[in-house]
């Protein structure tokens, strides 16, 4: 969790989906999880980087939104996201079911 919260916007999705079995995870929940790693390892140099000496070429603020309607097959609820992004910096994300 403190991955997907702090550093990691691009695994966000996959751990909350994963949390909702957490009480009684199966055999395929369980690859999930790996799979993850595998990428967290795999992916080691990418993450949020704040700095100073943004250039004026990217000092706006740009936002990006997904929609999947539907998407959750067990409790047909639609996905909704949302990134804000500052420079080369992400300032506020949310994804939410």
Not at 44 to 66: A, K, M, Q
Request: one cysteine or more.
């Amino acid at each position: 969790m403190y991955a997907m919260v702090c550093t990691r916007l691009d695994i966000a999705h996959v751990v909350s989906v994963v949390s909702h079995y957490m009480a009684n995870p199966g055999k395929a929940h369980c690859q999930v999880v790996k799979w993850i790693f595998r990428y967290l390892k795999g992916s080691i140099d990418i993450g949020l980087v704040f700095g100073r000496g943004i250039n004026e070429v990217h000092s706006h603020v740009t936002g990006f939104c997904d929609s999947h309607y539907a998407g959750d097959l067990n409790r047909r609820r639609s996905l909704t996201s949302y990134s804000f992004r500052h420079g080369d910096s992400a300032i506020s994300w949310l994804t939410t079911l």
